[in-house]
Each structure stands twice: as C-alpha cells, then as structure tokens.
C-alpha cells in the first residue's frame, strides 16, 4: 500500500478566490471570483476604492455585491404572491436578514479580456428564496473609468421578488480618519430614519440637517449609515456622488477640489436609492479612510414592505448599473 504523504509546499487561497486584473489607460481593478467583488479600483496609481489584502475577507462588506436583496430585512421575514417566508438570519446583532447570497458565493468567469471581465453564477433555491437566478456582474474599463452592470434572469417557474446592492467605499487615499478633510456631494433631497435595528421608519427631508449634502461640503465629524433617495439626475437620468479634497468645488473632470484629487459614482435610472456610511465601525486603517457610497435598487426592508421591489417573472431579465471614475 502506497504510503500517504503531506506534501510541504500548500498552496496559500485568498478568501475572496482567484483575483482578475483589468486594465485601460491610466485604470486598474482588481476583481474578486467569490463574490465577484471589487477588492481595488486605482486611477495613475491613485486608489479610488479602499483596498484591502487578498489574505483577508472584506472589510465592512468592501467592494461586495448584494443580491437578490441589499441592505436588511427585519427578522428575515417577508410575504409574496401569499406566501410567508423565512430568511436566515445572517446579522445576529439586529437579528436581520443582511445583504443577500452572493457575497459568500464563488462565481465563474464567463468572459475576459485585458479591460473587462463578466462572472456568472446560477443562483438556486436558499432558505426563505425559493427561486432561481441566473446571474452575471459585467466590469469594464474605458476613457470614463469603471463601469458595472449586474443582471438577473428568472430561471425558475415562478415569480421573484429581487433587488440589487453595491459596497464600494470611494476613497481620496490619504488614510485612516481623511473622511474629515473630505468634502462631499451627494444629490439627494431624502434622507430615511431607522430605529436601533437599522429598519426604517420613515422619511425626511435633508433641508436643514446633517444629511444635506446636496451642495458640496465638508463631512467633518459627520457620522453617516444612512439611505438617501429623492436622486437629482443629469438629462440621461445619471445621479453622481462626488468625493473631493478639501477645498471643495464640483467641477466635473477637473476634480474641483484644491487638492486636485477627487472621485465620483454614479448610478443608471433604474437604481433610485444610496446607502452612504462613513465607516466609522470599521478597524484600524479602515476606519474612516473612505465612505461607503452603495447603490441600491431598492431600500432597508424592501423584501417586507415592497418598496421598489422588482417582481421578475420567469424568463424575465432585468439589469442594473453604475460604475466609478477618477476626477
């Protein structure tokens, strides 16, 4: 009988997979197979994402896609088509439904090239979500930087309920507690109030508080985990956060900020909500050394009250997108 040996060499995995690198002009990202995750986004060098190494699991959920739902569901429970259902229950703390399947979930590679690469991933029936999805999270690079559709398709022979979420965190990449000096534009006339469970319980108009970024300013000691809607759009129906250097200004292209450096995310018509958090939870170097700006197709809670909750019928695909550029 052969004897059976360790080998020494064991090959080191990353927690968050294999690891595809794009690439175009002065833009590089770093994608993630589990997940299909940005773990890095970077403009001559200059980081426009906070990174993270490839041996650790994401910070804060960084980088990560959220589906079929973002944000929370309280007590994981929800009702469609008259049927209740029973999310597991993944943040013990708030004793919520949080984020979705997909994060955890390794994806495949179903094209590539040097400045764009698709993952793809069959979605089956989980606990609570009796459904199935086929998947695929599209990044490219181009002239205007990182562009991202994620898409669904009902594979299954009934109806689903389905949202889409985002985490990037934009960052000007001057470290730990920077989100201070940090000036900020975020085109939103609502802001929504949550109870100590992150669960909403109404609306608010941003006139007049804290949440009122609609002109450019400094976030200073400003601590946010909040959802915004209300999205003032461009003519092709765009709506764009912007993060700059002190100093201010919202020059598109020029940066506008007296530090030179700045970047930007925006999100597609069909994305009508931003969950913006300032990471103040978040360790070490992480800790306010960015701002998560997470496009959501749909609000906190959206599976119970229904709120902007796509119904996908079976056949039916639906997209959504957004994507990240260097000012």
């Known amino acids: 009988m052969a004897e059976k040996t360790r080998s020494e060499h064991v090959e080191s995995l990353s927690p968050t997979g294999p690891q595809q690198v794009i690439e175009y002009g002065d833009y590089r990202a770093v994608l993630t197979v589990v997940g299909a995750g940005l773990r890095g986004l970077s403009h001559r060098g200059r980081p426009l994402v ?42 013990p703390a708030t004793h919520n439904a949080s984020h979705g399947f997909v994060r955890w979930l390794p994806w495949r590679v179903v094209a590539e090239d040097t400045a764009s690469v698709r993952f793809g991933l069959r979605l089956y029936p989980m606990h609570g979500y009796p459904h199935i999805l086929e998947l695929t999270a599209s990044y490219s690079l181009g002239e205007d930087g990182l562009s991202v559709e994620v898409a669904a398709r009902n594979a299954g022979p009934s109806a689903a309920p389905y949202g889409i979420g985002a985490h990037p965190y934009l960052t000007l990449g001057l ?138 019928e079976p056949g039916e695909r639906v997209a959504h997108h957004w994507g990240i550029r260097a000012l």
């Open 175 to 312: 470290g730990p507690g920077s989100l201070d000096e940090a000036v900020l534009e975020l085109p939103a006339d609502t802001w929504i109030p949550v109870d100590e469970r992150m669960i909403p319980t109404g609306r608010e108009d941003v006139a007049g508080t804290d949440y009122d970024f609609r002109k450019a300013r400094a976030i200073g000691a400003t601590k946010l985990d909040t959802a915004f809607t209300g999205l003032r759009r461009d003519p092709d129906g765009r709506a764009t956060v912007r993060l700059t250097g002190g100093g201010g200004g919202t020059g598109s292209g020029s940066g506008g900020s007296g530090s030179g450096r700045g970047v930007e995310l925006w999100v597609g018509p069909e994305i009508g909500w931003l969950q913006v958090y300032s990471a103040d939870g978040l360790p070490g170097a992480y800790r306010r050394a960015g701002v998560a700006v997470e496009p959501m197709s749909c609000p906190p809670n959206a599976f119970a009250t229904g709120e902007d909750v796509v119904r996908l």
């Open 50 to 91: 906070v990174k993270y190494p490839s041996d650790q699991m994401p910070p804060g959920g960084a980088g990560q896609l959220l589906v079929p739902w973002p944000n929370r569901v309280r007590d994981g429970k929800y009702s469609f088509d008259g049927r209740d259902q029973q999310l597991d229950i993944s943040e």
